[in-house]
Every structure is written in C-alpha cells, then in structure tokens.
C-alpha cells in the first residue's frame, strides 16, 4: 500500500512540474517600459513635465551652499557665517573635488539626457498627439530646458562634452565642445523654442514657459556671447510686450493689510498671473512651501535670510526673539 502511494506522488510531481512554466508564467496588466512610455501626447506631457520640476534644485541642493557656485569670485553676495566659511572662501572651497562642482556637473548631465529623450522621440511615426502645434511646443519646452542646462554649464565651467543625441549605451569617449559650440546650441534651441512657444495671454496653466521667457533667457546668452544688438532686439521685445507691466497698485492675497505694492510682490502665492493679476512675472516656478510634494524653498528662506539669531545689543544680549513662519526658522546666513 505505501509502494502505492509514493509512486502515485511521484508521478503527480512529475505531472505538475512538466506544467511550470505555465503557470509560473506572469501575466502583465500594466507595465511602462522606454519603449511604451513615449507615445502619446499625455506622455510626453509627463515626461516635460518632470523637466520642469528638475528646475527647482537648481539653487536649492542639499547642502544648501551647492547653490553658492553661482556666486563665486563676485559680489553680489557675502558669506555671513564667518569668514573662513563658503563664500568667503572660494579657494579652497570650489575645487574638482568639491560636491558643489561635481554634483552641478551631474544633475545638469542628467536634465539633459531626460530633455533628449524627449526631442529624440517625440516625431517617432507611432506618437499621438492632438496636433503638430501640441507636438512642437512640447519639443520646444524640451529644446528650452536642454539650452538652460547647457548655459550653466558653458557658465560654470566653459566648454563640455556637447551631447544632443539620446545615450543608450555605456559610453567614454566623449570630447569637450568648444565655448562657442556650446552657445551655437543653446541659440539654436531657444530660438525653435521662442517660434513654438505660446504668448501668456494664450497660456492655460501658469508656471509653463512662454516666448517673453525664451527672450529673455536668449538676451543673456547673446550678451554671453558679444552679440549686443541681438541681446537688445530680444530684451526690448519683452520690455515692449503690452501684457507685462510693472504692478502700481496693492495686489494679491494680502493687499487688504498694512503695506505697500513693492510688499505685495514678496508675499506667497503673489506671483503667478492667474491666482493674483502679478504682471511682472515673466516665469514662476510652481511650489508650495510646507506642502508634501510642493518643493523645497524652504532651504531657500533659510540660507538666504540673515543669521539674526546671532543678533545682539550693546550689552551683548540676544535680540532673538524666536523662528518665524515666514523666513523657514531661524535665518542661516549663509548668502547675504
């Protein structure tokens, strides 16, 4: 009888195991690969739509001093901490070893890469968008965050490896471009991104990119490099564009209150156009401060703000009264 049974249990083994890969077989019900993930006119409204949100660590990397490679060897700001600290210290501080160096380095690379996925496959034959109108203004948005990383970088550190095409490989042998390849670029994709781009009286969103914010970005880089009548021909466009205008009267969220037009203008959620008639902005970038997702600026009213906990009167007592909603804490004082 027990002969019986175990030659019935092999043979059942031996029956279910001749079906595994049936049923070990996974069935998939939603699955996003690069090759499914750029088809449609949504999904590459997605993917643009993480370029923008890349922006934001920009001048707000952690540590927060990342952002004082910007302002080295000028003076338009000073290191309040001490002066042995960052700012102060320039010589030793920004060096090829140093994270503000090789992390700019990188993020600028990484923002790049997304934005050339994106121009690399958006005229693929099997995209899907409402119109060539949708399709080119996001490809322009795309060619516009490209130019923008490209400019930090030719500012930052004159003359990289120019990389235009999607990189699907491992690669090493790549070539520094010259300063003024670089430049050729950045023109060439802002100016396809200034044809394709909406007026703001034809934005449905804010904080989406517009050709006053195009020229304004093309007025720098022609100052950058020496073409001055064209940094004025794009400047003035904007100066000149009746739909921005310097506010004259109290605006916004908190303009029933004690203050004045100038005050208005740095007071939350005053500076998108829609929310509160802000014509002077040009670009907002879109956050919300304390809010799971909404950014982190906060690093920004920290780092930015003066040291004022260290403030003292004449007999050397603390004039520091406690952390304020309104600066992030107390003020860091790392850029004043």
């Known amino acids: 009888m027990k002969k019986t049974l175990y030659i019935f249990a092999l043979i059942l083994m031996v029956t279910v195991s001749c079906n595994e890969s049936d049923w070990l077989a996974e069935e998939t019900f ?42 080295y060897t000028s003076d338009i700001a000073y290191d309040a901490i001490s002066v042995t600290h960052q700012l102060n210290s320039y010589e030793d501080k920004l060096i090829p070893e140093a994270t503000m160096v090789s992390t700019y380095w990188q993020r600028f690379y990484s923002n790049i890469y997304d934005a050339n996925v994106i121009i690399n496959r958006i005229e693929g034959e099997n995209t899907q968008f409402s119109s060539e109108a949708s399709r080119n203004a996001l490809k322009a948005e795309a060619m516009f ?48 991104a200034e044809e394709n781009l ?53 605006f916004g969220t908190r303009q029933n209150e004690e203050g004045d037009v100038y005050w208005d203008l740095f007071r939350r959620g005053n500076q998108n ?41 004449e007999d050397g007592k603390s004039l520091f009264i406690g952390p304020t909603s309104q600066n992030g804490g107390d003020g860091g004082g790392g850029c004043n």
């Open 30 to 71: 939603d699955f996003y690969s690069a090759n499914n993930s750029y088809n449609t006119e949504d999904q590459f409204n997605a993917a643009v739509a993480r370029l923008y949100e890349k922006v934001e660590p920009f001048y707000t990397f952690w540590p927060p001093y990342l952002g004082n490679a910007f302002f």
């Open 145 to 192: 965050f490209r130019a923008y990383n490209y400019r930090f970088l030719n500012i930052l550190f004159k003359g990289v490896p120019l990389v235009t095409e999607e990189i699907r490989a491992p690669k090493r042998d790549f070539v520094r471009a010259s300063e003024q390849e670089i430049w050729d670029l950045v023109v060439s994709d802002l100016l396809f």
């Open 198 to 250: 909406p007026n703001v009286t034809e934005l449905e969103e804010d904080g989406r990119l517009t050709k006053a914010a195009v020229r304004h970005l093309l007025a720098e880089v022609y100052i950058s490099k020496g073409e001055y009548d064209k940094a004025i021909e794009k400047a003035t466009a904007v100066i000149d564009d009746p739909n921005y205008a310097l506010m004259k009267t109290r």
């Open 273 to 313: 156009r829609k929310s509160s008639g802000n014509t002077e902005s040009i670009w907002v970038k879109q956050y919300e401060y304390l809010v799971e997702g909404g950014g982190q600026d906060y690093r920004l009213t920290w780092v930015y703000v003066p040291n004022y906990p260290l403030l003292k009167d």
